[in-house]
C-alpha cells in the first residue's frame, strides 16, 4: 500500500525526523486556509499522486508550456494562483503513463533554504536478506539514472537484524553522504529515526529524495515516499485509513476483497491462472505470439467457485480485454472449481469475447465436462502453447 507524501512525512514526524512545516489541501475551500497556516513567504505547491516525477511532469489541460506538478512559490498570491491550477487537473508524469493522474490532493509547504541534496532510500535487499539503506550525494535526481551512469556513486549499507542500526552503520552512511559538522550529528539522530520508523510499520520502501542540508547545516526530509508490506496489514489496522483509493486501479481494489493477486496491464488478453510463475509464463507466451496480457491474475491454489466467478468477472469489467485465457494446472487447485466459476460467471455477466480454456491436474476430466456441457462457446486448448496461439488468432482475427 502506497500513501502520499504528505501522510509520509506525517508519519516521519511522530518517530522525531525533521520536516518542513507543510498543510494538506483535500479542496479548493482548503487552500487560503493552508496558506495562512504557513509563514512564507516562499511556499511549495506540490501534487499528491501515487507517482514519481511530478516536478517535471505537464498537466494535461494546461498545454506543454505550462510549469510542473511541484511549485515553488514567493508569495500567497503566487500560491493561490498555483493550488488553484493544478487542483483537479491531470499530471502526466515519467511514472504514470500518457493517461496521467487526476490531483485530486495537495500539500503546501514551507519553503527551504537548501545548501545540498542527498538520495536516501531503506528497503529490504534481496540480496542479503536484510534491511538496508541506499545512499548517495547525487540527491534530486532518478535514482536509476545515477544508478546508470555512475554506480560508484550508490552506497549501500545492510543492517544487522537482531542488532538494529549501530553507530559504525551511521558512521558509514554518514561517510556515503560526506556530511560533516552538524550535518553528520543529525545524520546518527536521523538515521535510526527512519529505521525504526521503517520496522516498527512494516514498510517495504522508505525513499528520502532529496534528503536535504540546509544552509545551516543542519538535516531536513525534504520529500517522503512510503509503501507498506501488504503482507503485513493484518498487523497494521490503523494505517488502512491512509489508504487513497481513488489512486488506485478499481479491479485491483474489487480483487484485493476476493484476496486475488490482480495486477492491471495495457493489453487486450485477459488472463485466468493458477500460480505466480505460471501466470508469468502464459503472459510470456502471450507476448511470444504477438499478443500482449491485460492483467496478472493468480488465483491461488486454494480458490473456491465464488473467488474464480469474481475474478472472471474483474477480467470481463476492463473494456480493453478482447480475449481470455483460463490457464490452469491443477495441483491443490481443482480444476472442477475453476470450471464451476467460469461457468457461474459467464452466466451473470454474459460472453463477448473469445474464451480458450486449458485445463490439466486435478479433476480435469470433471472440468472439461462442466465446461462441455455449459453450453457456453468456449474454445478448448490441449496445453499452454496450444492455448496461447489459440487466443492470440481469436484476438487477431
Keep these: 500500500m502506497n500513501i502520499h507524501e504528505y501522510q509520509a512525512k506525517q508519519l516521519l514526524k511522530s518517530f522525531g525526523a525533521p520536516v518542513s512545516e507543510g498543510v494538506p489541501i483535500l479542496s479548493p475551500a482548503d487552500i487560503d486556509k493552508a496558506i495562512e497556516a504557513l509563514p512564507g513567504p516562499v511556499y511549495v ?64 509547504e514551507d519553503g527551504a533554504s537548501i545548501e545540498s541534496e542527498l538520495y536516501l532510500s531503506i528497503l529490504v535487499d534481496r540480496e542479503t536478506s536484510r534491511v538496508s539503506f541506499v545512499a548517495s550525494t547525487e540527491g534530486g535526481m532518478d535514482i536509476e539514472t545515477v544508478a546508470h551512469d555512475t554506480p560508484e556513486k550508490i552506497h549501500t549499507i545492510a543492517i544487522e537484524p537482531l542488532g538494529g542500526i549501530t553507530d559504525a552503520d551511521c558512521d558509514a552512511l554518514n561517510t556515503a553522504f560526506e556530511l560533516t559538522g552538524a550535518a553528520a550529528e543529525d545524520g546518527k539522530t536521523l538515521f535510526p529515526i527512519l529505521y ?22 543542519h ?19 490503523e494505517l488502512q ?45 502471450i507476448k511470444l505470439y504477438g499478443a ?73 476430466e470433471e472440468g472439461k465436462a462442466i465446461i462441455n456441457n455449459s453450453g457456453l462457446d468456449v474454445i478448448a486448448a490441449d496445453d499452454l502453447d496450444d492455448a496461447a496461439q489459440k487466443i492470440v488468432k481469436a484476438v487477431k482475427g
Design 45 to 108: 505547491v506540490k501534487s499528491q499522486i501515487h507517482a514519481g516525477g511530478r516536478g517535471k511532469g505537464k498537466f494535461k489541460e494546461l498545454g506543454a508550456d505550462a510549469k510542473g506538478g511541484v511549485r515553488v512559490s514567493f508569495s500567497p498570491e503566487e500560491a493561490r494562483a498555483n493550488a488553484q491550477e493544478m487542483l483537479g487537473n491531470t499530471l502526466v508524469t515519467a511514472q504514470t503513463g500518457p493517461a496521467g493522474k487526476q490531483v485530486n490532493r495537495l500539500y503546501l
Design 219 to 237: 538535516l531536513r526530509v525534504l520529500d517522503a515516499k512510503v509503501s507498506f508490506d501488504g503482507n503485513a496489514e493484518f498487523r497494521r489496522p
Design 292 to 364: 500482449t496480457p491485460a492483467n496478472f491474475l493468480d488465483v491461488g491454489g486454494g480458490a473456491t467457485t465464488e473467488k474464480v466467478t469474481a475474478a472472471f468477472k474483474i477480467i470481463t469489467s476492463d473494456p480493453n480485454v478482447k480475449g481470455i485465457l483460463v490457464n490452469i494446472f491443477g495441483g491443490i487447485m481443482r480444476c472442477d472449481v475453476i470450471a464451476d466459476g467460469v461457468v457461474a460467471a459467464v452466466k451473470e455477466v454474459g460472453l463477448k469475447v473469445p474464451l480458450v480454456v486449458r485445463l490439466e491436474g486435478t479433476k480435469v
Design 241 to 285: 485509513e491512509l489508504r487513497d483509493e481513488s489512486e488506485e486501479d478499481a479491479k485491483e481494489i474489487e480483487a484485493s476483497k476476493y484476496d486475488l493477486a490482480y495486477i492491471a496491464l495495457d493489453g487486450e488478453i485477459g488472463c485466468m491462472v493458477n500460480g505466480a510463475g505460471l501466470a508469468m509464463a502464459t503472459m510470456d507466451i
Design 196 to 217: 525504526k520508523a521503517f520496522v516498527d510499520t512494516d514498510m517495504s520502501l522508505l525513499e528520502v529524495n532529496p534528503l536535504v542540508v540546509l544552509k545551516d547545516g
